[in-house]
Structure formats: C-alpha cells, structure tokens
C-alpha cells in the first residue's frame, strides 16, 4: 500500500511540475509579445550566456 501511494504522489508531482512549466512557458510567450520585452529579454539573456559577456568585453 505505501508503495502504491508514494507512486502516485510522484504522478501528482509530475503533473504539478509539468503544469507550471506550461505556465512559465505561456508567461515567457506573453512577455515576448509585449512591448517590454526587448528591454527585459536582453538583459536576463546576458546574465545567463557567457557569450554575451564576451562580445560586450570587446
């Protein structure tokens, strides 16, 4: 029996997840169609690829 519950506590957790990653993906999408999103993607690129880092450097 607990090994039947822990089962579906990880599908309901796996559901959870899968659900705000669909919502973070919906946002992500809702951003980019709004006018701030050249200003605010640029910058949260920047902290994150190194590369950015490099050709602003040169």
């Known amino acids: 029996m607990r090994i039947v519950a822990v089962v ?3 599908k309901l957790a796996a559901d959870h997840l899968h659900a705000s990653l669909s919502g973070v ?8 169609n709004s006018k701030a999103a050249p200003l ?3 910058t949260h690129l920047q902290r994150i690829s190194p590369q950015s880092r ?3 450097s040169d």
């Open 8 to 10: 579906d506590l990880a």
């Open 25 to 32: 993906v919906v946002m992500v999408r809702s951003l980019s």
């Open 40 to 42: 605010s993607l640029p």
């Open 54 to 56: 490099v050709h602003r």
